[in-house]
């Protein structure tokens, strides 16, 4: 085992402690960006004038907002002394002259107060010319609006197995989008200090890149800007991307007029002006043998954009490669292109196109099974990857028996085949209640497919009384990113957790650092963390051994007491040595840093080894759906994950727990709904606040709700042999929409097909539902429901580029 | 200015420098009380909820949760309110904080406070006892072994937890301990009302000493925007930006506020928020009964009102339908004297409603005896705190197995809300069987003009009456007497 996944005797990581703001989150003494805005004094706030057109030139005339009573200035683009961009690929620009979606900001209003801020925003004249918008994907795809590079996986020889495979489907699906909707919307917090230094408080998933765009907004050095994020209330990837122009906003206020500015984004303005989750539309046809293995998949997969491309074509590329999910698929083509549309610019969202991957071979397997006459959980289990084969973009899946393991353990836990057998008893007696059990599979691949990413930093102080200051550069929203790095450095150095603080996240600390997201921080970080510990001790150790009289190598830290195996003194305290090796002018701070190894990834071939590993788990889901309504509950969950050897359970059950309901939030519940008329409001989002956006409340959590980690599941090269939790559960939600999917078959005839829209909203469940019914009252075999066109002409036409 | 204060965590505030459109929620945090955070402004998050000293008309005080992003300041003049920072603090922990601090109840954080204080409010309910070992069923995962019922929180919104957590620090709440002060406060009255007069920037918020006054007011200034727990006009303020010259607040007028049981008829006053409905009803309109735990969540009925609800008339509000399959009839109140129109006339459009400018609704009166088989049906996407798609409230009469009387109530599927009349007309005199019903329900599709948006479509709309009159059918059985099998 190497000596990043090895643990020493008493590790802090591996113990019970709950998350470390847990008592400050409770009391509400918590500080997010606008509560420091809030207890500031001479603040000006900052407003959107926002677009009333999907897509138009734009005139804006400020004087009416100016004469508003408490305005103090409106920003438009003649005021960017920079770059006037927001985004890292020059097609954002901050304040725009063509407004490319509704609720697009055209220009900032500054006021002092909020009430006066959204007057003067009101009162600023926008002329619009109005220009023809795309605002769907079906749009999008027939007048050829794509934007990136499109991409391509490919192994075998898809088009020639389709055409002789014994069993071949094909279908179109599509998945819809999601909003965050992290409970605290996107806020920055900007002024000038003493120093001519532009200092930023944001809630941002990403300081550095932050820092960048306020830097190049402003025409300033980087060294010239400092931002800080002290905590996020939720990012979930919305606040990896999407923070930077308003922070350059607030930054740009507060340079022009002196004054401290807040820019905190209305709920409504959240939902309007930022990217989302990607919906994808899917074409696919798959060939399977008589025994149900996959022969062959061929499918081409559009992203809906928005307007610009921000992190689309990544999130195209890992969608591509998860559409095999947890399947061995010989012959396999998957085709992404990302489709331009007048919305919002699309994002990171947990998964990172991940789930849509994955989306398409569970839609397919769940949808195909009763075709062949196989149940869905025996069709998925025999077609999963064996050790040893390789996933279709060229990388080995290492530790693929873990798949089989986890899954026989899920189908223990949940006493699958037993509980099974009792659903068909109470479908059989309940004319209008049906319930159903489903099991899928999980398999996440884990590091940044940008390889650069794969890096962090970290700066670790020892002070003389022993206690720990350490500061890295990941952000915490929530997913407990600091608990484990305390975690990490106590167990580093010996110490207890309380003697380690963790400051908070700053660029003027840990330069140059990744985003925090896809899944890889407390990997990233954790090994810059304990880099940066383990030089200090291994100094420490040096002091100790002359205070001890023993070898260097034989100084032990353990639980804040250093000893030497062999001593006659029993130990040192931490802080006594700490203090000598001030005195012996030993240096007690220490930068630590830490890259990924053994990644490699062609962007061009869509080859490699892009993932460190890849992430295993399985749930099984019974749901019951109401047949006059198509409502549904969750009645119970049974997930077996593999965080690895977790770094803190409390932590990773928390991420598995909430990762699912979020998961099945954007499977069943989560609907984004634009105006895609004609009207005036062409391209207005509809639903855009919390009373139109529903997403799961108590409600939908599952009434019974059993978490297992995998055991002795150390992963090797990896912090203390852990494994990244961040994003791989939010997919183990792919069971409760194939349960739905198994629950309204049961409406129907056996071996019926099902096919269900997504998200699968009460409203889509009873049409399914009706659909089921409909099926099984005209019996007669020629009528075979749609979709199962075996042996039938595809609609899929790949395009080759 | 009049000096106006409350007294927040213990202390004494004066409430400087709001405006009448102010929230209690920005006026907290403008205070650096931050812990309260907005996640929507609109009473859906929770995430600002906050402790409420409300009386329990017995001489004590309930700890009420309320959303502070829908209470005006102002109408916080001479009251009583707990924040999460009231509640505890890091070094000494307040049981409910300490219970979601230790079991992974917090993640991200930011909704958290809201959550500590609606649970507090159910830590210190009078009522909160263990159940009955009878209830169990579908929904015994719902109440706890400590009685602790998770509607409590159902108001209130996490996107990093999926609930568990939280649900599993609630249920393992003990009882307050001897010498908890917000415990032995329940023992001293409320705050009672305060008339307030507050003029900031041209706007006005006015709650009047009594209904004489007020209705003085309203004749005078009929465009005066009348509140009551303002669960409906804090959202318009808050997300449509509106602003009113004079907003009259009547939440705390006797007048509006009685409830009895007479002979003839139940009469509720159209100013008592709905929970206390709820309790003081206990049951005895079980159409009602079953409405209110699917009426918004428990932050929202603490504050909403049957005034408020069918003042702003909205077709989708939830007790209209009920209301209207119970004949109850609206009691209009104006300088001039009192007037009492049937609610199935009482809305004339979208929006809009018998009611003069210069009227208040006083109460709404339903006419007794009962139905016997009453239900009230609503779809909507969540099951938890949701707006209706559509709402249908039945109060049918069965003997001998014929339907005596049928009063349907329609929600979502019209300008306004209506009564089913042409189902109705099918239902009377015939058999109560599945013929009839689906006979009826085919009837009942095609009462109402739903419209497509964000919710539903209008063909669900439409097939929802549908079915939830099978529904009815096909879960409550009717004997020939009329009684539930």
């Known amino acids: 085992m190497t000596e990043l996944a090895t643990r020493p005797a008493n590790p802090v990581v591996g113990t019970l402690v709950a998350h470390e703001s847990a008592a400050l989150h409770v009391t509400g003494t918590a500080v997010y960006t606008d509560d420091v805005a809030a207890r500031a004094s001479g603040v000006l706030t900052a407003w959107p004038v926002q677009s009333e057109h999907a897509h138009a030139l734009v005139k804006v005339d400020p004087g009416a907002a100016l004469v508003v009573p408490g305005v103090v200035r409106v920003l438009t683009a003649a005021d960017v002394p920079g770059v006037n961009d927001a985004g890292v690929k020059d097609d954002e620009p901050l304040i725009p002259s063509e407004a490319m979606f509704h609720g697009h900001a055209l220009a900032w209003v500054l006021a002092e107060t909020a009430e006066a801020a959204r007057l003067g925003a009101a009162a600023v004249r926008v002329d619009y010319e109005p220009l023809p918008s795309i605002i769907t994907v079906a749009e999008a795809i027939e007048a050829g609006s794509f934007q990136g590079i499109p991409r391509t996986v490919r192994r075998g020889d898809p088009e020639s197995v389709l055409a002789t495979a014994p069993h071949v489907f094909d279908g179109v699906v599509e998945v819809g989008g999601q909003e965050h909707f992290y409970l605290e919307t996107h806020a920055s917090f900007a002024h000038v200090d003493s120093e001519g230094q532009v200092f930023v408080e944001c809630s941002t998933q990403h300081p550095s890149e932050t820092q960048e765009i306020v830097a190049h907004v402003l025409g300033l050095p980087s060294n010239r800007v400092t931002v800080q994020t002290l905590r996020m209330g939720g990012g979930f990837g919305g606040k990896e991307m999407q923070p930077h122009g308003f922070a350059a906003i607030a930054a740009l206020g507060a340079t022009l007029t002196g004054r401290p500015v807040r820019l905190r984004l209305n709920r409504t303005q959240d939902l309007t002006m930022t990217g989302k989750r990607h919906p994808f539309h899917i074409v696919w046809k798959a060939g399977f043998d008589d025994s149900g293995r996959i022969l062959a998949l061929a499918t081409t997969l559009t992203s809906d954009g928005g307007w610009s491309l921000d992190l689309s074509e990544p999130v195209m590329g890992r969608a591509l490669c998860h559409v095999d999910n947890a399947y061995w698929i010989p012959n396999f083509v998957a085709q992404g292109r990302i489709a331009k549309t007048n919305k919002t610019s699309q994002t990171a969202f947990r998964g990172f196109g991940g789930p849509q991957g994955m989306f398409v071979i569970e839609d397919i397997l769940g949808r195909v099974a009763p075709c062949l006459g196989i149940d869905a959980a025996t069709l998925r289990e025999r077609n999963f990857y064996a050790p040893g084969q390789t996933t279709p973009y060229g990388q080995p899946v290492r530790h693929a028996e873990r798949l089989h393991e986890i899954w026989r353990r899920v189908l223990d836990e949940s006493a699958f085949d037993e509980r099974r057998a009792g659903i068909a008893a109470f479908n059989a007696e309940h004319a209008d209640t049906k319930r159903a059990l489903a099991i899928t599979p999980v398999k996440f691949g884990i590091s940044f497919t940008l390889t650069a990413f794969n890096q962090a930093g970290a700066l670790v102080h020892v002070y003389k009384d022993g206690s720990v200051l350490v500061n890295h550069g990941g952000t915490e929203m929530g997913q407990g990113l600091h608990t484990k790095m305390l975690q990490v450095a106590a167990t580093a150095l010996g110490v207890p957790l309380d003697a380690v603080r963790l400051a908070p996240t700053r660029t003027d600390k840990v330069p140059n650092t990744s985003a925090t997201a896809a899944s890889s921080s407390a990997d990233l970080n954790g090994g810059a963390v304990k880099h940066a510990c383990e030089q200090i001790r291994d100094r420490m150790a040096g002091v100790a051994a002359g205070l001890l009289g023993v070898d260097p190598h034989d100084v032990r830290f353990s639980r804040g007491r250093v000893g030497g195996i062999g001593a006659s003194d029993p130990s040192l305290t931490f802080a006594d040595v700490a203090n000598a090796a001030y005195h012996q002018r030993v240096q007690l701070f220490a930068a630590g840093f830490y890259r990924t190894e053994g990644l490699h990834w062609d962007t061009e071939k869509m080859q490699g080894e892009p993932f460190k590993y890849f992430a295993y788990g399985a749930a099984a889901t019974e749901v019951e759906v109401d047949g006059f309504t198509g409502a549904y509950r969750t009645r119970r969950v049974d997930i077996v994950h593999d965080v690895g050897d977790s770094l803190s359970p409390l932590v990773d059950l928390g991420q598995i727990e909430g990762g699912f309901v979020q998961g099945a939030g954007w499977l069943t519940l989560e609907e984004l709904r634009w105006d895609e008329t004609d009207g005036p409001g062409r391209g207005r989002l509809l639903t855009q606040s919390a009373s139109t956006y529903k997403l799961p409340s108590f409600s939908e959590m599952p009434e019974v709700f059993n978490v297992h980690f995998f055991e002795r599941a150390t992963e090797d090269g990896v912090v203390y042999g852990s494994k990244a939790v961040g994003e791989p559960p939010l997919m183990l939600a792919l069971s409760v929409r194939e349960a739905i999917r198994e629950a309204v078959a049961a409406f129907g005839a056996a071996g019926g097909i099902v096919e269900l829209a997504s998200p699968a909203t009460p409203e889509a469940v009873f049409w399914a539902v009706e659909a089921a019914r409909r099926a099984a009252e005209r019996a007669a075999p020629e009528d075979r429901p749609a979709g199962a066109s075996v042996g039938a002409e595809s609609p899929l036409v790949p395009f080759d580029h | 200015m009049d000096h106006i204060a409350v007294t927040v965590n213990g202390r004494n505030l004066p409430l400087r420098g709001i405006a009448a459109h102010t929230t209690a929620l920005d006026w907290l945090r403008d205070t650096g009380l931050t812990g309260s955070k907005e996640g929507c402004a609109e009473g859906e998050c929770g995430a600002c909820a906050m402790l409420l000293a409300t009386s329990d008309g017995h001489g004590g005080t309930v700890w009420t949760a309320v959303n502070a992003c829908l209470v005006p300041a102002a109408a916080l003049d001479g009251q009583e309110i707990v924040t999460a920072e009231g509640l505890g603090t890091p070094e000494a922990l307040h049981p409910v904080q300490e219970r979601l601090a230790e079991g992974g109840g917090s993640q991200c954080g930011y909704c958290t406070p809201g959550f500590a204080c609606s649970m507090a409010a159910e830590f210190y309910r009078a009522g909160r006892v263990a159940p009955a070992p009878a209830e169990s069923g579908d929904r015994a995962h719902e109440i ?342």
Not at chain 2, 207 to 214: C, K, T, Y
Not at chain 2, 326 to 334: D, P, Q, T, Y
Not at chain 2, 408 to 431: F, H, K, M, W, Y
């Open chain 2, 144 to 485: 706890a072994p400590n009685g602790f019922e998770l509607h409590a929180l159902s108001g209130n919104l996490c996107r990093c937890t999926g609930y568990r957590p939280i649900r599993d620090a609630a249920y393992a709440l003990g009882a307050p301990e001897p010498g908890d002060p917000l415990a032995e406060r329940r023992g001293r009255p409320a705050p009672g009302p305060v008339a307030t007069r507050l003029e900031a920037g041209g706007e006005r918020f006015l709650r009047p000493p009594s209904v004489d006054e007020a209705l003085r007011v309203l004749a005078a200034e009929p465009d005066a925007v009348v509140v009551a727990g303002c669960t409906d006009w804090g959202v318009d303020v808050n997300l449509r930006g509106r602003r009113a010259p004079l907003t009259l607040a009547v939440e705390h007028l006797a007048e509006l506020r009685a409830l009895s049981f007479g002979d003839a008829a139940v009469e509720i006053g159209a100013a008592l928020p709905l929970a206390e409905i709820e309790r003081r009803l206990d049951g005895r309109v079980p159409l009602l009964g079953e409405l209110f735990p699917q009426f918004a969540s428990p932050l929202i009925r603490n504050r909403a009102t049957i005034g408020g609800n069918l003042g702003t008339a909205s077709p989708i509000g939830d007790l209209a339908p009920a209301l209207l399959a119970l004949e109850a009839r609206v009691v209009l109140v104006s300088a001039d004297g009192e007037r009492e129109v049937d609610l199935s006339e009482y809305f004339t459009g979208y929006r809009q409603t018998l009611r003069r400018p210069d009227e208040l609704i006083r109460a709404v009166r339903i006419p007794l005896p009962l139905a016997q088989q009453t239900a009230f049906h609503k779809i909507a996407k969540r099951r938890f705190d949701d707006i209706s798609s559509v709402a249908v409230g039945f109060a049918l009469d069965v003997d001998d197995g014929v339907v005596a009387s049928a009063r349907i109530g329609l929600g979502g599927v019209a300008a306004t809300p209506l009564r089913a009349r042409a189902t109705e007309a099918l239902l009377v005199g015939r058999s109560w069987n599945v013929e009839t019903v689906r006979d009826a329900a085919s009837v009942l599709e095609a009462e109402g003009t739903p419209m497509s948006d964000h919710r539903a479509s209008a063909e669900y709309r439409s097939r929802m009456l549908g079915t939830a009159l099978l529904k009815l059918y096909r879960t409550r059985p009717l004997t020939a007497e009329g009684v539930p099998a």
